[in-house]
T-cell receptor, first 115, second 111 residues
Framework: EAGVAQSPRYKIIEKRQSVAFWCNPISGHATLYWYQQILGQGPKLLIQFQNNGVVDDSQLPKDRFSAERLKGVDSTLKIQPAKLEDSAVYLC?????????????FGPGTRLTVT | GENVEQHPSTLSVQEGDSAVIKCTYSDSASNYFPWYKQELGKRPQLIIDIRSNVGEKKDQRIAVTLNKTAKHFSLHITETQPEDSAVYFCAASQDTDKLIFGTGTRLQVFP
């Protein structure tokens, strides 16, 4: 079974620039999550989708971050404009519906460096 | 909301010894507790999980115990090996809701 795919794996940008990340979840997984992992910390949820609807975006800095999941499959996360404190690994995870959906499967992440 | 605390932040053991990592959670409604292993530069990998209807679960050298009354759960690794060296994260959630992660424990196993 193919895992969660993410691209790019690494990105370096200057502050105030914009950047976008892409995620392709495990086939058939209805729920998709974007997590931000700052160095030395645990992942923090930014946004949760179920199919193409947003379930939870309470921790998403909406003045600069946006995310969409068109057609309920792939998702993109955008930051515009980026700040130095956005430097982190952005992890995408997916899970199926039902009780099995408690388990989340993570992608390899995109390491963002903002200079 | 849920808050998960994890201790210790670093743990060094000799190969063959046991390692124990402990987490506490605040939301009594949480009923799913996974543990993830994250090697340097890699994705978090689910290694074991437990639901609130059981008190203990074991998978070879790894076991997790849950005390619902005290709201804490622990990861036990026996007969540690150098390849167990990684950062371990506990997490908690209610059913299929979002995971709230602990701050991580860096485990080093010395040969």
């Amino acid at each position: 079974e193919a895992g969660v795919a993410q691209s790019p794996r690494y990105k370096i940008i200057e502050k105030r620039q914009s950047v976008a990340f892409w995620c392709n979840p495990i086939s058939g997984h209805a729920t998709l999550y974007w997590y931000q992992q700052i160095l030395g910390q645990g992942p923090k949820l930014l946004i949760q989708f179920q199919n193409n609807g947003v379930v939870d975006d309470s921790q998403l800095p909406k003045d600069r971050f946006s995310a969409e999941r068109l057609k309920g499959v792939d998702s993109t996360l955008k930051i515009q404009p980026a700040k130095l404190e956005d430097s982190a690994v952005y992890l995408c995870a997916s899970s199926p519906l039902g009780l099995a959906g408690a388990a989340k499967y993570f992608g390899p992440g995109t390491r963002l460096t903002v200079t | 909301g849920e808050n998960v605390e994890q201790h210790p932040s670093t743990l060094s053991v000799q190969e063959g010894d046991s390692a124990v990592i402990k987490c506490t959670y605040s939301d009594s409604a949480s009923n799913y507790f996974p543990w993830y292993k994250q090697e340097l530069g890699k994705r978090p990998q689910l290694i074991i999980d437990i639901r609130s209807n059981v008190g203990e679960k074991k998978d070879q050298r790894i076991a997790v115990t849950l005390n619902k009354t005290a709201k804490h759960f622990s990861l036990h690794i026996t007969e540690t090996q150098p390849e167990d060296s990684a950062v371990y994260f506990c997490a908690a959630s209610q059913d299929t809701d979002k995971l709230i992660f602990g701050t991580g424990t860096r485990l080093q196993v010395f040969p």
